[in-house]
């Protein structure tokens, strides 16, 4: 399944259109973008009740002010917290959903529940499928494990799937070892799990894998865009943006 044409034309909000008072991943900054007409970004993590929650980190402190790990509370536990001392609560996928309803195009990535990228990614991935089967509107899902893809497309085959992508430099990865950071730098895994795009890191631009693939007309989306600067030089390569900071003109 192709990626929709609004992912290559509205430039894409990195967690929402957040800024001060306006957290990352809230319902707020995801009423932001829709207002600005920009699509958006976002990142799911499974609560201990198996609950798809739309956050970015695996623990809770940077977020939340409490410590410990999302996966650790269950969907009611998580409801009583608020994000980054403001007013809005933690959102489940559910309710992020009926909130864009399909208005701008959705870019979903599921975060590493192996965080190695191993084979135990467990069953977050089928339930994003779950709640994505009756969803109206241009959505696409992607993760930096090749596996996480490779089980979302098997299990949602007609929606379209991409890996998260970049150099996998030591300094930046050192949980996983040597021949694995090499492996996903080549992005050798692209056929193999139904990928039909890569969201590359903005730094990688020139990986020459990526290259390949944008050669044979695979989308190439790049992040994360901080200013103008840095997007009119992503876009030498890259056919769209994921960005944060500042407002991306609108074709």
Not at 123 to 151: E, I, K, R, W
Not at 168 to 186: I, K, N, T, V
Request: charged share 25%; glycine share 8%.
């Amino acid at each position: 399944m192709p990626l929709h044409p609004g992912f290559l034309r509205l430039p894409i909000a990195h967690r929402g259109l957040h800024g001060p008072g306006v957290p990352e991943n809230s319902m707020a900054a995801f009423r932001a973008a829709i207002a600005a007409g920009y699509g958006i970004e976002c990142d799911i993590q499974r609560a201990g009740d198996g609950t798809a929650m739309v956050f970015h980190d695996d623990d809770l402190p940077r977020l939340t002010g409490v410590r410990g790990r999302l996966a650790d509370l269950d969907r009611a536990a998580l409801a009583e917290l608020r994000l980054m001392g403001t007013d809005q609560p933690i959102p489940t996928l559910r309710e992020m959903l009926a909130e864009v309803a399909g208005r701008v195009p959705l870019l979903i990535e599921i975060k590493d529940q192996s965080l190695r990228s191993t084979e135990a990614v467990g069953d977050l991935q089928d339930s994003v499928a779950g709640l994505l089967a009756d969803y109206a509107g241009p959505v696409a899902v992607m993760s930096f494990n090749p596996h996480t893809v490779a089980a979302f497309h098997k299990a949602a085959p007609g929606v379209p799937a991409g890996l998260v992508t970049c150099g996998y430099s030591a300094l930046d990865w050192p949980a996983l070892d040597r021949p694995r950071r090499e492996h996903l730098a080549r992005i050798a895994d692209f056929d193999r799990v139904g990928a039909v795009f890569v969201s590359h890191d903005r730094k990688d631009l020139q990986n020459p894998a990526l290259l390949a693939l944008k050669a044979r007309g695979v989308p190439v989306l790049s992040w994360t865009i901080r200013s103008p600067g840095q997007e009119a030089e992503a876009r030498r390569v890259a056919d769209n943006i994921t960005f944060e900071g500042y407002l991306p003109r609108l074709s």
